[in-house]
């Protein structure tokens, strides 16, 4: 069964502060991952792609690492800010299979 | 058009009647995408198009649930004989030619309330 895991499921942390989020899925023959934003009543916003051949990407302050061996893939944000506040979600795409595979997502709240 | 647009943004229907979620994708894009989010679940594959063909409705729940797209563009999610169970925001979706790596578009979702 494909699986994704989105750990701690809710996170508050003041501005400022540096933070990482965790995603792990039980499938090893994954084409990509992809992370998204979704703020209340809107739809989803792609932040970051990482191909399964690649190890991380960056985009600003944001940044995903990718390990298949172990299933895990983070997102790190630089300096949160309030506007950072919404929820995150990882996503993975099988070889051969066109859909994403969801994780139930992390709530973030940055206080400012 | 700028985004991917779907309509109604909210419907409340009663329980036993039938539905109709419309995607209006961005323009020139080939790739269509149906997700279902339930409160407290992740988001749910429902079905994918590829210009007015469906290779992928391998997500739909039952055989209560069907989409079309016609000229390879507007979509239509219609669910029969709705329950309450199918209560959730339907998310539509869409991209160049299909594949992640093209990048996903999305749009703001039609939450349906079944009473």
């Known amino acids: 069964k494909q699986e994704v895991t989105q750990i701690p499921a809710a996170l508050s942390v003041p501005e400022g502060e540096n933070l990482v989020l965790n995603c792990s899925f039980t499938d090893s023959a994954i084409y990509n991952l992809q992370w998204f934003r979704q703020d209340p009543g809107k739809g989803l916003t792609s932040l970051l792609l990482?191909?399964?051949?690649?190890r991380e990407q960056t985009s600003g302050r944001l940044n995903a690492s990718l390990d298949k061996s172990s299933g895990r893939s983070t997102l790190y944000i630089a300096a949160s800010q309030p506007g950072d506040s919404a929820t995150y979600l990882c996503a993975y795409t099988q070889g051969g299979s066109e859909k994403l595979v969801f994780g139930k997502g992390t709530k973030l709240t940055v206080n400012p | 058009g700028a985004g991917v647009s779907q309509s109604p943004s909210n419907k409340v229907t009663e329980k036993g009647k039938d539905v109709e979620l419309r995607c209006d994708p961005i323009s020139g894009h080939t790739a269509l995408y149906w997700y279902r989010q339930s409160l407290g679940q992740g988001l749910e594959f429902l079905i994918y198009f590829q210009g007015n063909s469906a290779p992928d409705k391998s997500g739909l729940p039952s055989d209560r649930f069907s989409a079309e797209r016609t000229g390879g563009s507007v979509s239509t999610l219609t669910i029969q004989r709705t329950q309450q169970e199918d209560s959730a925001v339907y998310l539509c979706?869409?991209?160049?030619?299909?594949?992640?790596?093209?990048?996903?578009?999305f749009g703001s979702g039609t939450r349906l309330t079944v009473v």
């Open positions: 990482i191909q399964s051949s690649q």
């Open positions: 979706a869409s991209s160049l030619v299909g594949r992640v790596n093209y990048g996903y578009t």
